[in-house]
């Protein structure tokens, strides 16, 4: 773990804080491990700086766009004097500010399943953030394929979903949800820049949680906070038949049992 520079300690004093909670083992292996971030907008790109910042060795990012002033209000990684370019030139760099060590792979670019299997498979654990089911739907299938855990995260006015998929373990994203909301408007979709950034932290700590082993992450269960009132509840993602994108694997369906609040 020594680097030419100097000392573990010397090459570590950016993250002095967190090794109280996850330990040098636990930095090494953040150092080690390598996250594929589905999109970079509100909660994505919230998820993939505070990521860089606890030296995550790593980042590979997708998103495809330019930055659009409606953007502003919650995708920090962009810039209101580059408004009409691409959004991945930008967060790179803002993530590099953050943390210029951390190496980053980045495509402007669609979630498809041959991309996004590719991506996966170099990857440590996913974060879904992306916003449209079809990229959604694309990525679920591609950690199916290959096995990589995923973070579902997502919000919608001012509720926030999280969970952990493990492929072959628990219920995947068509388990959860199997058919598309006809009304769902992905694009203009009300929402608050605080409310996608505590998604996105929120993300990027069940991802650490995966790569370190501590605490206990979400697997097999949504966690569902209403940021108004935070009120939140524990739901455990009960298995049911038929599956249409894991059914080979697993038998499970969307049955959904609240167990706490």
Same mark, same amino acid.
């Given at each position: 773990?020594?680097?030419?520079?100097?000392?573990?300690?010397?090459?570590?004093?950016?993250?002095?804080?967190?090794?109280?909670?996850?330990?040098?083992?636990?930095?090494?292996?953040?150092?080690?491990?390598?996250?594929?971030?589905?999109?970079?907008?509100?909660?994505?790109?919230?998820?993939?700086?505070?990521?860089?910042?606890?030296?995550?060795?790593?980042?590979?990012?997708?998103?495809?766009?330019?930055?659009?002033?409606?953007?502003?209000?919650?995708?920090?990684?962009?810039?209101?004097?580059?408004?009409?370019?691409?959004?991945?030139?930008?967060?790179?760099?803002?993530?590099?500010?953050?943390?210029?060590?951390?190496?980053?792979?980045?495509?402007?670019?669609?979630?498809?399943?041959?991309?996004?299997?590719? /991506?996966?498979?170099?990857?440590?654990? &996913?974060?879904? $953030?992306?916003?449209?089911?079809?990229?959604?739907? #694309?990525?679920? @299938? !591609?950690?199916?394929?290959?096995?990589?855990?995923?973070?579902?995260?997502?919000?919608?006015?001012?509720?926030?979903?999280?969970?952990?998929?493990?492929?072959?373990?628990?219920?995947?994203?068509?388990?959860?949800?199997?058919?598309?909301?006809?009304? /769902?408007?992905?694009?203009?979709?009300? &929402?608050?820049? $605080?409310?996608?950034?505590?998604?996105?932290?929120? #993300?990027?700590? @069940? !991802?650490?949680?995966?790569?370190?082993?501590?605490?206990?992450?979400?697997?097999?269960?949504?966690?569902?906070?209403?940021?108004?009132?935070?009120?939140?509840?524990?739901?455990?993602?009960?298995?049911?038949?038929?599956?249409?994108?894991?059914?080979?694997?697993?038998?499970?369906?969307?049955?959904?049992?609240?167990?706490?609040?």
């Amino acid at each position: 773990m020594e680097k030419e520079s100097g000392t573990f300690q010397e090459d570590m004093s950016p993250f002095a804080r967190q090794l109280k909670l996850v330990g040098e083992e636990g930095q090494k292996l953040l150092e080690k491990s390598t996250v594929f971030v589905a999109g970079i907008g509100g909660l994505g790109g919230t998820a993939a700086l505070y990521l860089a910042a606890a030296g995550v060795g790593k980042l590979i990012l997708a998103h495809e766009g330019i930055i659009k002033p409606p953007d502003l209000n919650r995708q920090i990684l962009m810039d209101a004097s580059r408004i009409g370019e691409t959004r991945i030139p930008c967060a790179v760099e803002s993530i590099k500010r953050i943390n210029p060590r951390v190496e980053i792979e980045a495509y402007p670019e669609r979630i498809t399943v041959d991309r996004a299997v590719e /991506w996966a498979a170099a990857a440590d654990i &996913v974060i879904d $953030a992306r916003y449209d089911f079809p990229e959604r739907y #694309a990525l679920n @299938e !591609a950690c199916r394929q290959v096995g990589t855990p995923m973070v579902e995260a997502a919000m919608y006015a001012f509720e926030i979903s999280l969970s952990v998929i493990v492929p072959g373990q628990t219920p995947c994203l068509e388990c959860l949800y199997p058919i598309r909301d006809a009304n /769902w408007e992905p694009l203009g979709f009300p &929402v608050l820049g $605080a409310t996608s950034g505590m998604a996105g932290t929120m #993300a990027a700590l @069940e !991802a650490v949680k995966w790569i370190t082993g501590i605490g206990q992450p979400a697997v097999g269960e949504m966690v569902r906070i209403n940021t108004l009132d935070l009120s939140s509840v524990r739901i455990k993602l009960e298995d049911t038949p038929l599956c249409p994108a894991c059914a080979e694997r697993r038998h499970i369906h969307a049955g959904i049992h609240q167990i706490a609040r």
